[in-house]
């Protein structure tokens, strides 16, 4: 039926230009589609608000746990590489001493400068972890909280770039085959996708809105608190520093995501 208004229609396809990839798409699809595929995706990693609150209350109560066992670990870390340095220096000594020679020298001074190595590693990890891990845990529940909003809000081409990088956050390798969005998901996000559903549908079934608040609807929060803070203990012990090398560049770019919300 005409209507004598004028639209535009943008639509996205594969442009072939990577030979690494064989494509056989032919089919193009609408970016009003792609962004309704895109915020389904978002949708499995949403969680509501009161999920958020009490995330992050038990984070709180973690830290200072946290930051006990870790001052353990750091300053036996610590001793222990202060240990081998000193077997290295002594072992120096020996050699000019000629009290061993060089062949034994070699192989001892080896050994040692590859443990001096890793016990460096492990230090560096262990402040890392210190420095960054709370931080990287909270920004992963806001992010899973406000994202799908941040997405609704996104205008123009700064919105688009948003879009994308809200994208790319949730996992690796987006792919479109057939007009059907699939992700990789990231790990830390995968206790919210498996877990969070069930335990959302029967938190909104007791919400004060439905039901009168009484000991057995108590109780009942409480069982869907407890349950979901068993999950997010596991977002909370991942080893961040090995999905994020550079945690200062992550947490800027995740602060930058929720910036519009």
């Known amino acids: 039926?005409?209507?004598?208004?004028?639209?535009?229609?943008?639509?996205?396809?594969?442009?072939?230009?990577?030979?690494?990839?064989?494509?056989?798409?032919?089919?193009?699809?609408?970016?009003?589609?792609?962004?309704?595929?895109?915020?389904?995706?978002?949708?499995?990693?949403?969680?509501?608000?009161?999920?958020?609150?009490?995330?992050?209350?038990?984070?709180?109560?973690?830290?200072?746990?946290?930051?006990?066992?870790?001052?353990?670990?750091?300053?036996?870390?610590?001793?222990?590489?202060?240990?081998?340095?000193?077997?290295?220096?002594?072992?120096?000594?020996?050699?000019?001493?000629?009290?061993?020679?060089?062949?034994?020298?070699?192989?001892?001074?080896?050994?040692?400068?590859?443990?001096?190595?890793?016990?460096?590693?492990?230090?560096r990890s262990t402040e890392t972890r210190a420095d960054n891990w709370l931080e990287l845990t909270e920004k992963t529940f806001n992010f899973a909280t406000y994202a799908r909003k941040a997405f609704f809000k996104a205008e123009g081409k700064k919105g688009l770039e948003l879009k994308k990088e809200i994208l790319m956050a949730l996992g690796k390798m987006p792919i479109i085959k057939d007009k059907i969005l699939t992700i990789e998901s990231n790990e830390w996000l995968l206790p919210i996708k498996n877990e969070y559903p069930a335990l959302e549908a029967e938190y909104i079934g007791l919400e004060p809105t439905n039901l009168c608040l009484n000991k057995t609807k108590t109780e009942a929060i409480s069982s869907v608190r407890s349950r979901w803070l068993a999950w997010q203990e596991e977002i909370r012990t991942i080893k961040w520093e090995e999905f994020f090398p550079y945690p200062t560049v992550a947490l800027q770019q995740m602060h930058q995501l929720l910036a519009i919300v």
């Open 1 to 123: 039926k005409k209507t004598g208004k004028i639209k535009e229609y943008t639509y996205y396809h594969c442009t072939r230009k990577t030979t690494k990839v064989k494509c056989d798409q032919k089919d193009c699809i609408l970016l009003d589609d792609l962004e309704k595929s895109i915020e389904n995706e978002i949708e499995k990693y949403t969680i509501k608000p009161e999920f958020l609150k009490w995330a992050l209350e038990e984070l709180n109560k973690k830290n200072d746990t946290e930051i006990e066992d870790r001052t353990k670990i750091y300053e036996l870390q610590h001793k222990t590489l202060a240990e081998t340095q000193k077997e290295l220096d002594e072992l120096t000594k020996m050699r000019y001493r000629e009290l061993i020679d060089d062949e034994t020298f070699i192989k001892e001074k080896n050994t040692l400068q590859n443990k001096i190595f890793q016990f460096k590693e492990n230090l």
